[in-house]
């Protein structure tokens, strides 16, 4: 496993220290403590069980092709998704990993009024609009830690938003809002602006059929769904994303895209999208790993959220930063999010039996320092 390379793609000041190696070597003039060796990645929320087989080989096979660019791939991808979602392929708009579209939507919507969130949500994409001159609105979830989507709607409209993010199950908590609930929010806001919702791991969430807001696309709502080949196909290197949504916000997404897609990732997509006995692996493992982090956490009297995604919002009980560097030290990394509401909460990924293993060992050892 590329260790370095894991720990610079996620990036940002709540990261562990010692990941990036250019700020290792940045820093080594004023701290000559050399950075811990990290063991067990659990800051991030990618899936070690890895692609399916036969998306693994067509990969390799597609490397026999490498010389030329990849625009024959993307149009049997489409019509592929289109036609196992129910929509058309106009409503199809591929990008590289679904940070791409999340990133450029937002960036765009922005001139129209700002962009309003849960907070804590999964900041990334915005924080590029943010860079890019939109402004922010972050909404605290309820004290149960669930989006609180009246407040949402209430923020939006007094704002005059640009756009409203939803991230469903929200990363880092975990928590899936209820359907009904959501669904009739997206049909309100997206009167007045669109509605994106990122369904990075919808397809581990009970019922994904009922959980996505696919529908209100195909009823022709202004909502714009986000979906991604990187958690639960296990793909994050190949840079495979979509979104589904008017034909309208797909030409938008085109024309800003300045990049071609990967043929290895283009011709691997292709050959799992649906797979039905990948996906129950897939899942079968998540859930054993969210199992055992639960456990952990019962071991050790600490509490934490049921989760649907690849990770584990768990409450610490001690001040966040500190226990992320206290862990740090002891080689693990875990992820700290910014939310007045969770002082003492880290986020757990599932990563692998043996990472976590290795966290279970630690655990006690941080809780005591
Ligand atoms: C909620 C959510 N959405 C989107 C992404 C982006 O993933 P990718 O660009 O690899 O599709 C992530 C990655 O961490 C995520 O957690």
């Known amino acids: 496993m590329d260790t370095t390379r894991r720990g610079l793609l996620i990036g940002g000041a709540a990261l562990a220290p010692g990941l990036a190696p250019g700020l290792a070597l940045a820093e080594a003039s004023v701290d000559?403590?050399?950075?811990?060796?990290?063991?067990?990645?659990?800051?991030?929320?990618?899936?070690?069980?890895?692609?399916?087989?036969?998306?693994?080989?067509?990969?390799?096979?597609?490397?026999?092709?490498?010389?030329?660019?990849?625009?024959?791939?993307?149009?049997?991808?489409?019509a592929l998704i289109a036609k196992r979602d129910r929509v058309q392929p106009e409503q199809v708009g591929?990008?590289?990993?679904?940070?791409?579209?999340?990133?450029?939507?937002?960036?765009?919507?922005?001139?129209?009024?700002?962009?309003?969130?849960?907070q804590p949500s999964?900041?990334?994409?915005?924080?590029?609009?943010?860079?890019?001159g939109a402004r922010l609105e972050w909404v605290p979830v309820a004290a149960d830690s669930q989006i609180d989507l009246d407040a949402l709607a209430a923020r939006a409209k007094a704002v005059g938003a640009g756009a409203i993010y939803v991230c469903n199950p929200n990363n880092p908590t975990g928590l899936l809002l209820d359907p009904d609930a959501l669904r009739a929010f997206c049909v309100e806001m997206s009167k007045t602006c669109p509605v994106i919702v990122d369904e990075a791991y919808i397809e581990i969430s009970p019922d994904p059929e009922r959980h996505?807001?696919?529908?209100?696309?195909?009823?022709?709502h202004d909502v714009i769904v986000a979906r991604t080949f990187s958690k639960v196909y296990g793909m994050a290197g190949l840079r495979v994303g979509?979104?589904?949504?008017?034909?309208?916000?797909?030409?938008?997404?085109?024309?800003?895209?300045?990049?071609?897609?990967?043929?290895?990732?283009?011709?691997?997509?292709?050959?799992?999208?649906?797979?039905?006995?990948?996906?129950?692996?897939?899942?079968?493992?998540?859930?054993?790993?969210?199992?055992?982090?639960?456990?952990?956490?019962q071991a050790n009297g600490l509490s934490y959220l049921p989760s649907y995604g690849t990770y584990v919002f768990v409450?610490?009980?001690?001040?966040?930063?500190?226990?992320?560097?206290?862990?740090?030290?002891?080689?693990?990394?875990?992820?700290?999010?910014?939310?007045?509401?969770?002082?003492?909460?880290?986020?757990?990924?599932?990563a692998s039996p043996?990472?976590?293993?290795?966290?279970?060992?630690?655990?006690?050892?941080a809780l005591k320092a």
């Open 32 to 78: 000559p403590t050399p950075p811990p060796t990290i063991r067990a990645h659990l800051g991030v929320t990618e899936n070690p069980y890895g692609p399916s087989p036969a998306a693994r080989k067509a990969a390799i096979k597609a490397l026999d092709e490498t010389p030329y660019y990849a625009w024959a791939l993307e149009p049997p991808l489409v």
């Open 94 to 118: 591929l990008c590289n990993g679904s940070l791409e579209a999340l990133s450029l939507l937002p960036t765009a919507f922005a001139k129209q009024g700002p962009i309003v969130s849960a």
């Open 122 to 132: 999964y900041a990334t994409p915005l924080l590029y609009a943010q860079r890019q």
């Open 212 to 220: 996505s807001m696919m529908d209100l696309v195909r009823a022709g």
């Open 242 to 297: 979509f979104i589904v949504a008017r034909p309208d916000r797909v030409k938008s997404l085109k024309s800003l895209i300045p990049t071609h897609k990967g043929r290895p990732g283009l011709a691997a997509a292709a050959v799992c999208y649906g797979d039905p006995a990948y996906l129950a692996g897939a899942k079968t493992y998540l859930e054993g790993c969210r199992a055992k982090i639960y456990a952990i956490c």
């Open 315 to 350: 409450d610490s009980g001690k001040p966040n930063l500190a226990f992320q560097k206290t862990l740090a030290s002891m080689g693990v990394e875990v992820r700290v999010f910014d939310s007045p509401r969770h002082p003492t909460w880290i986020r757990v990924g599932t």
């Open 354 to 365: 043996a990472e976590l293993d290795y966290f279970a060992q630690v655990l006690p050892k």
